[in-house]
């Protein structure tokens, strides 16, 4: 069965870096691409970063240049650094394969303060 357990959330100021990691069970890394979403209050889900099984990225726009996602096959581990965070970026981040996401962690908070 899918287990997602994400974390490495936290409060931080504006201009500072976190990484998130996802322990994924039940998935196969080499068959999957894999994505971090996000939610903010009042706002939809949306796709923040992806990654292929053969290692190709993708990132929305807001991200590009500040966030990089990356994998751990061998540890069936997601990352996702994050730089120069900004207020808008906070928001409670989720792992997940990018297609056939039928099942949904809790999810671990990133707050940005001013």
């Known amino acids: 069965q899918v287990q997602l357990v994400e974390s490495g959330g936290g409060l931080v100021q504006a201009g500072g870096s976190l990484r998130l990691s996802c322990a994924a069970s039940g998935i196969s890394f080499s068959i999957y691409a894999m994505a971090w979403y996000r939610q903010a209050p009042g706002k939809q889900r949306e796709l923040v970063a992806s990654i292929t099984s053969g290692g190709t990225t993708t990132y929305t726009d807001s991200v590009k240049g500040r966030f990089t996602i990356s994998k751990d096959n061998a540890k069936n581990m997601v990352h996702l650094e994050m730089n120069s965070l900004k207020p808008e970026d906070t928001a409670v981040y989720y792992c997940?394969?990018?297609?056939?996401?039928?099942?949904w962690g809790q999810g671990t908070q990133v707050t940005v303060s001013s």
């Open positions: 997940n394969r990018k297609y056939y996401a039928g099942y």
